[in-house]
């Protein structure tokens, strides 16, 4: 027995039937999923009985039967980073570490595991996404595994790695002569014309629904209990408003109680709509021409703008917008303290962390969560030339010796703090 009963247009509530349908056609609202939360009669022990995926939630997720894709998505590790605190100047720091999310490293995995589901629920043979390459790449590896036919569309100019990590599983790449917000107009053409099954236009409901998972786990994770504050990248808008729902769901259905955390939106300066919003008191973005390293959150339009602001408003958070430099600084700081290797998008969050404390918008003293939803191995251009080259010796140990013993003294009379303690020192902090 499911819970999921239908679609809601978020706007007007009119109820609309569990199929490949997007807007309201009374108000062109969003639509999504509806549960009987009554209904759900869910323990934390049950939840932690189960298996290490996004599907131990599944009460809570839109499928009609059993899960098809995703077993090993989601579940990813909440670290807790004390070294990364300890330079920030903060008391409680975790890092929600989706840049090794299963399959392909990023938070996509969560919100193709579900609209993939869906799509073979409701008889699609084709899976298809407008992306900015995560989740180009993402569909790419599900279809695959499924072995359902997949076309995916994204703009010409992406990273190497972005591009060989669609091409690898063999679909057909559409690379689109214009920015995201081209390519996701085309797409919806598309989707118009063909019964294609795109994850992020048509079967957008289902595909949203994926992200609430991300919210569940930190819950979860913490003990069953809310962080105090939370900091999300905002691109089109899915994620961020998806983890405050899945939090406000979870008190809803009794697995956790007390006040939802403080919701921070983390853009970069080059492709601030809704931080812009924020600031100016707008409850819609306006479009912007993207121009940032951070391609993976590159959306001048974003589809959620409204519902992003909505989320940030309602509980009382923020938003901050940070600089390329900034993110690179950010990338080699969570490497260097924590052993974690993002790409822009997580240097974007992390960035807007440091500068949400620093502002004083985010306590020092108070629990903070920031989601690092992708991977720097993905990316390596945005940091290769920056860092340091491999000492390069013969086979002779007493090469070795003569290189160690040189080291050691230039070391010692150097009066650069930097050489001294050689990790990454240049970034500053609060
Ligand atoms: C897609 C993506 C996001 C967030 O996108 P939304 O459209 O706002 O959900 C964040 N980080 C990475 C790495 C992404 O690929
Ligand atoms: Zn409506």
Known sequence: MSAF????????????????????DRCLGPLEPLYDYSAIALTREQVASRPKNLWRYRELLPIAGEPRTGFNSGFTPLVRCDRLAARLGVDELYIKDDS????????????????????????????????????????????????????????????????????IFNPTILAIAGNYDDVNRLCTQVADRYRWGFVNINLRAYYAEGAKTLGFEIVEQLGWRYPKHLVSPVAG??????????????????????????VYAA??????????ALEAGLEHPEPVRPNTIAKSIAIGNPADGYQVIQSVR???????????????????????????????AGGTTLAAAIELVRRGAIPRDESIVVCVTGNGYKTAEVVAKQLNDPVRLTRSFKDFETWWR?????????????????????????
């Open 406 to 430: 040189e080291r050691d003294a230039r070391l010692k009379a150097s009066e650069d703090v930097r050489l001294k303690a050689p990790r990454y020192g240049a970034v500053s902090v609060p």
């Open 314 to 344: 309602a509980t009382g958070g923020g938003g901050a917008a940070v600089s390329d430099e900034q993110i690179v600084d950010a990338i080699r700081l969570l490497a260097e303290t924590e052993g974690i290797f993002t790409e822009p």
């Open 267 to 276: 853009q970069a300066a080059g492709c601030s709509p809704v931080v812009n």
């Open 100 to 167: 090794v999310n299963h399959p392909t490293l990023s938070y996509k995995d969560r919100v193709v595991s579900v609209a993939a589901t869906r799509a073979i629920e409701l008889g699609f043979d084709m899976l298809a996404c407008a992306s900015t390459g995560n989740l180009a790449n993402s569909v790419a590896a599900h279809a695959a595994r499924l072995g359902i036919d997949c076309c995916v569309f994204i703009p010409d100019n992406l990273e190497a790695g972005k591009l060989l990590g669609s091409a």
């Open 5 to 24: 009963l239908g679609l809601q247009c978020h706007l007007c509530k009119t109820f609309f039937a569990a199929e490949a349908t997007y807007v309201c």
């Open 237 to 262: 808008g899915t994620l961020l408003p998806r983890i405050v729902r899945g939090l406000r769901e979870l008190r809803e259905v009794g697995l956790v109680d007390g006040q939802l955390p403080k």
